[in-house]
């Protein structure tokens, strides 16, 4: 049950972008993503729902593809603040009612380092 | 706004100790979660509230665990009869209830179980 994030590292210059993978085996009604630095607390980047729209802000945006029930967070030109561990919260269609419930599973996580 | 707040910070208590955690969320925010995060591992789900009351708990969690949030404030996580597995990052989050539920978390208990 919990979403399977790929790759599991990467490393790159600053100005490189990078594509951060989040997969799930069950229906899922939204994907969250947050960064957490070394010893801090994760910090939220963005949700996206079940038929909603990809999401952005300044170069970082992500995709939701509910057909594969995958994830994507694209980085674009990276910068040095941009490093740290990425992980994608994901949560499963509600049972009950519409509606979402947030308590999410999260993946194990991708460890992002970005060199000047 | 101050942003969820978590006390103590650290906690180091011998094995068979009991020890209690409080998280103080964003004042209007309505939702409390409280995961643990291993060296490693992405948060695990623990426990939520909506106001006072407890909505789901994993099924994973020992009965040693339990959580409060008496008057839809502030939150107590207690573990009873500590053991070593249950070293780790305690983390509190909050939410507004609305269609999203965007999580702001706390800056987390370390807990060491000796």
């Known amino acids: 049950q919990q979403p399977v994030q790929s790759p599991q590292a990467v490393i790159l210059r600053e100005g490189e972008d990078a594509v951060i993978n989040c997969s799930s085996s069950k229906a899922l009604y939204s994907v969250h993503w947050y960064r957490q630095k070394h010893g801090e607390a994760p910090v939220f980047l963005m949700i996206l729902l079940k038929g909603g729209e990809q999401k952005g802000h300044d170069k970082i945006s992500a995709s939701f593809n509910e057909k594969k029930q995958q994830s994507s967070l694209y980085l674009t030109a990276s910068q040095l603040s941009y490093s740290g561990t990425y992980f994608c919260g994901t949560e499963t269609a509600p049972e009950n009612y519409g509606g979402s419930q947030g308590n999410l599973i999260f993946g194990k996580g991708t460890k992002l380092s970005v060199k000047p | 706004d101050t942003g969820v707040s978590q006390n103590p910070r650290h906690k180091i208590t011998k094995r068979g100790q009991n020890v209690t955690f409080r998280c103080d969320p964003i004042?209007?925010?309505?939702?409390l979660y409280w995961y643990r995060q291993t060296l490693g591992q992405g948060p695990e789900f623990l426990t939520y509230?909506?106001?006072?009351?407890?909505?789901?708990k994993s099924r994973l969690l020992s009965d040693r665990f339990s959580a409060e949030r008496p008057k839809g404030s502030f939150s107590t996580l207690e573990i009873q009869r500590t053991e070593q597995g249950d070293s780790a990052m305690y983390l509190c989050?909050?939410?507004?209830?609305?269609?999203?539920?965007?999580?702001?978390f706390g800056p987390g208990t370390r807990l060491t179980v000796t």
């Open positions: 509230f909506q106001n006072e009351a407890q909505l789901e």
């Open positions: 004042s209007e925010h309505n939702r």
């Open positions: 989050a909050s939410s507004y209830r609305d269609l999203t539920y965007e999580q702001y």
